[in-house]
């Protein structure tokens, strides 16, 4: 069995679990009982995959960038995930957990968002089946996020506020599992990461492992080559990562990078980069690592990008870098933007903030000659303009 | 058992001796609210009032199982700048006072970042007789903690609902130091609860299943009428969201006896 998949109880070495209430046990156990045979079930499969191909778009170009790998000197692949449908890689996850939804018998959908595209992906596929979709949004992140939280009433979607704590993602999530507790019969929770209990962290990733399935075959059709030398990727909650790396965990061969966002800095108060600056704690139901006080009170992260400003990271990720399987480099908020002005300007693609990271990460990183290099770019930046408006 | 009984579960066998047991009132105070200082005075005026065991809940920035009133509670004890070495010293200020036992509510997470030890250590030395983790799971607790916690001779509490199978209650019962919290309905805390049908269906099944731990019944308790519905089946009643809207802060003696009054 893979190391670096969960055991029985949603442990990934130390990190994973279930660490919630006796009330939300009974939601928890169905999923758990119930998810790995309805997506391994030959019809779940077709629907699912025939949805990501005529709705989201899918398979998405493993493009060659002639300019950054000029640059570098190493052989750098941009896996196009800005090209799905909404824009980034989270609807392989809503596609796939709607339709497990489905199979479970639930007629409403509950999602937590922060920036809002969690929340436009979980629209989105509910306006597709039909169903009732109800996107739990801190009261601060509606304010700042307007044009999503449009976008998804226009499709249908109610977005609740939340208003406990700092009102922003980590308490949107905290409402979306208060609300799943009494409306489990009816309900499912889609998760829009690899967080939370066991087993969301599992489930997500194997809906995104789409991407490195496809990084997989496009390699060897178009480039000769079984697996890439190294794969990066942006971390928030860890999922297009998860997805990016989720086919080579187990070869060794292949080096694991993730971006964080450092916001204005390690050393400052200002930022999200769990993975450096967290430690092991419990959060939204999973043990992992966890930005938090000397008393265990969650820290309001900071980075430009609304997508990686969250408190957390997912346990399999944690698992990682403590095994130093994967390695992590922290990105600040000026990388990040400087990072995405010059991949609008050379090679003509505007990336989300959050995969601009992953694209700064390669200034701090060495490469061997020749080296092949997939970066995972997660999203677009047409829900960014405003901050890149700033620096035009 | 034949270990020694520790306080808590001398209440419950004690009052079980009696010729007209008692349903037993418990209440739920945050640490820190409404003030910094608070916390002695709730406990001794709790103790004046005869309650019979109080729960002193640790103030958390993400408290998943909580609706909004010990939510906001919570908030403003930390806005206030309660934590949990300022608990531990004001309970042991008027530990000796109190009649009752003391039950330390909150999240795992609080006590993993205390050090389970220290926790453990500092909980004990402050007159702490037992936990309530919510989010703390059973088998991880088997596992991680139980044996650091029992060095302290401190158990955890655990909570059961209607959806909990036979077999996990039956395992929980055996797990829990000295009650199972029954949550009737499946909600969090703060929403007023029904005890009707379908829950006395539950408490048959419960009784069917000749549980060592007595049942105490907290979540939606607020007045006297769901007090009496809930310690029908249960031993006792865990009164918080209610406690917590009553408690104004202008002044607590009073407030405290016109609750405790209004529910028995
Ligand atoms: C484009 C994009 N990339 C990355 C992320 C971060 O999430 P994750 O780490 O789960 O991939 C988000 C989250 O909203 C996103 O929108």
């Not at chain 1, 976008?151 to 308490?171: E, I, N």
């Not at chain 1, 059709?221 to 860890?238: I, K, N, Q, S, Y």
């Not at chain 2, 010729?19 to 609210?33: D, H, M, Q, R, V």
């Not at chain 2, 048959?204 to 049942?215: A, F, H, I, Q, V």
Request: charged share 25%; hydrophobic share 40%.
């Amino acid at each position: 069995m893979s190391q670096y998949k969960t055991n029985e109880e949603g442990f990934y070495g130390d990190f994973g679990g279930a660490f919630v209430p006796e009330m939300l046990y009974p939601n928890v156990k169905e999923l758990r009982n119930n998810w790995q045979e309805l997506v391994e079930e030959p019809a779940f499969q077709k629907e699912f995959q025939k949805l990501l191909r005529d709705y989201v778009g899918r398979p998405t170009p493993l493009y060659y960038s002639k300019n950054l790998s000029a640059r570098y000197g190493a052989k750098i692949l941009l896996k196009r995930e800005d090209l799905n449908h909404t824009g980034a890689h989270k609807i392989n996850n809503t596609i796939g957990q709607i339709l497990l939804a489905k199979r479970l018998g639930k007629k409403r959908i509950i999602a937590e968002t922060g920036a809002g595209q969690q929340g436009v992906a979980t629209a989105t596929v509910c306006a597709l089946m039909g169903m009732e979709c109800v996107v739990h949004m801190g009261e601060l992140d509606i304010a700042r996020q307007a044009p999503n939280v449009a976008r998804m009433k226009m499709m249908g979607a109610k977005v609740l506020p939340a208003k406990s704590g700092s009102r922003t993602l980590k308490d949107a999530t905290n409402e979306a599992i208060r609300d799943w507790i009494p409306n489990r019969k009816d309900t499912h929770y889609i998760i829009g990461s690899v967080v939370g209990p066991h087993p969301y962290p599992s489930m997500v990733a194997y809906f995104q492992a789409v991407i490195s399935e496809e990084i997989k075959w496009q390699l060897q059709r178009d480039f000769g080559r079984e697996h890439p030398d190294t794969v990066l990727a942006c971390v928030g909650g860890g999922s297009n990562a998860a997805g990016a790396f989720y086919h080579f965990l187990d070869d060794e061969k292949v080096r694991l990078v993730m971006a964080e966002a450092a916001g204005k800095g390690l050393d400052t108060d200002e930022t999200a980069a769990t993975g450096h600056l967290g430690r092991a704690g419990v959060l939204h139901g999973s043990l992992s690592l966890v930005m938090q006080d000397e008393q265990g009170q969650i820290i309001e992260p900071w980075s430009i990008s609304a997508g990686l400003d969250y408190p957390g990271i997912g346990p399999m990720h944690a698992h990682l870098l403590k095994s130093g399987r994967a390695t992590s480099y922290a990105v600040t908020d000026n990388e990040a933007i400087e990072a995405a002005l010059d991949l609008a300007k050379t090679e003509g693609i505007i990336p989300a903030l959050e995969s601009a990271h992953a694209l700064a990460a390669l200034n701090q990183m060495a490469f061997r000659k020749d080296e092949l290099l997939v970066l995972n770019l997660s999203g677009r930046g047409d829900k960014d303009m405003e901050a890149y408006m700033r620096f035009l | 058992m034949n270990k020694q009984q520790n306080k808590l579960q001398a209440l419950f066998s004690n009052n079980k001796k009696e010729e007209n047991p008692k349903a037993l009132l418990s209440i739920f105070a945050t640490a820190g609210y409404p003030h910094k200082e608070s916390l002695p005075t709730v406990l001794q005026e709790l103790s004046k009032a005869g309650v019979d065991f109080v729960e002193v809940g640790m103030p958390y920035s993400d408290p998943l199982a909580d609706g909004p009133t010990i939510q906001k509670a919570g908030e403003k004890a930390l806005a206030n700048g309660m934590d949990l070495p300022l608990l531990f010293q004001q309970l042991k200020s008027v530990r000796s006072e109190l009649n009752f036992p003391v039950i330390l509510m909150g999240y795992f997470n609080q006590a993993l970042q205390y050090g389970l030890e220290k926790f453990a250590k500092d909980s004990k030395e402050a007159g702490v007789d037992s936990y309530i983790l919510p989010d703390l799971p059973a088998l991880y607790y088997e596992e991680k903690v139980k044996a650091v916690f029992d060095a302290y001779d401190l158990g955890v509490n655990f909570l059961i609902t209607p959806e909990s199978p036979d077999e996990r209650i039956k395992y929980l019962d055996q797990l829990s130091a000295g009650f199972l919290y029954v949550v009737a309905n499946p909600i969090i805390t703060g929403q007023r609860a029904d005890f009707g049908e379908k829950e006395s269906a539950f408490f048959d099944r419960l009784k069917g299943l000749n549980l060592e731990s007595p049942l105490v019944a907290g979540f939606g308790i607020s007045d006297r009428e769901t007090f009496a519905a809930a310690t029908k089946d249960c031993s006792g009643g865990i009164i918080g969201s209610a406690f917590i809207r009553a408690l104004k802060g202008d002044n607590i003696p009073e407030e405290i006896s016109d609750f405790i009054s209004s529910i028995r």
